[in-house]
């Protein structure tokens, strides 16, 4: 079946709701065919450039979705490196149009177990939010997210039994230590894990290996992802994760 065209949706709103992230409402006629109950599936958006070139396409999360609209929060950054997405999203106001494509599918942790993990730097944090809030009741286990600043922590509706930990850290981790390293310190429950876990390309491979051998999650309670690479626009990015992906099949 072919992919829908990309939908054109309008800026209701742009509101800062941390110092590294900006809320972006979007909605206008187009979301008339909009499916529904798509919180934390993703989506394309696309940043014109000049008249004779491609634009600039990044994929986002949807963080919330009400009747007509959805919600995509940005991660910025104050050290030189923003890109289109950013830069858009520190700029837009409403009224603005920008080309959006999918939802694609959600990528939600499984529920079938008997704790759980889930781990993620800033550009996970919409993911995890919506994960966290749709577990079970009797949920327990722990969330590890990496955010740029105090003031980044966020209130996230979650089970009585995850426990949250904010790591604050205004850099990127160029060794992909940080998160790994806080999760070899939790206190684990027994029994099987369901594990969800995405963040920076060398983070994702160091808590991928240690998820795989010291904790022993069975690869359909284990979903990872990197969600980009310090140092590589998204199309590189690509093709260093199919790479990455090929290699973990072999």
């Known amino acids: 079946m072919a992919k829908p065209a990309p939908r054109e949706l309008e800026v209701i709103q742009s509101s800062r ?5 900006q809320r972006i ?18 989506i394309k958006l696309y940043f014109p450039k000049g008249e004779a070139e491609k634009p600039d396409v990044r994929t986002y999360t949807i963080r919330h979705q009400r009747d007509g609209e959805i919600d ?32 694609g599918p959600k990528k939600m942790i499984n529920q079938e177990a008997d704790w759980f993990l889930l781990v993620g730097d800033m550009t996970a944090l919409p993911a995890i939010s919506v994960n966290l809030a749709q577990l079970p009741e009797h949920a327990m286990g722990h969330a590890v997210i990496d955010v740029m600043d105090p003031a980044d922590i966020q209130t996230l509706e979650r089970p009585l039994g995850i426990q949250l930990h904010w ?29 969800w876990a995405a963040c920076e390309f060398s983070s ?28 590589q626009s998204e199309a590189q990015h690509k093709v260093t994760k199919s790479r990455d992906a090929e290699q973990d099949r072999a």
């Open 167 to 195: 790591l604050v850290n205004p850099s990127p981790d160029p060794k992909g230590e940080r998160l790994v390293e806080h999760v070899r310190m939790l206190a684990l429950p027994d029994g099987t894990p369901s594990v």
């Open 25 to 42: 409402t979007l909605g206008g006629s187009a979301m008339a065919e909009f499916p529904s109950d798509q919180q934390s599936a993703y």
């Open 204 to 231: 994702m491979k160091q808590l991928r290996q240690h998820l795989r051998e010291a904790l022993k999650v069975p690869r359909e309670q284990l979903y990872i992802s990197s969600y980009w690479k310090l140092g």
């Open 17 to 21: 709701i941390t110092p590294n992230m």
């Open 72 to 103: 995509v929060d940005f991660n910025l950054h104050d050290d030189g490196s923003s890109g289109p997405a950013s830069l858009w999203a520190r700029n837009t106001r409403p009224g603005d149009r920008i080309l959006v494509g999918g939802p």
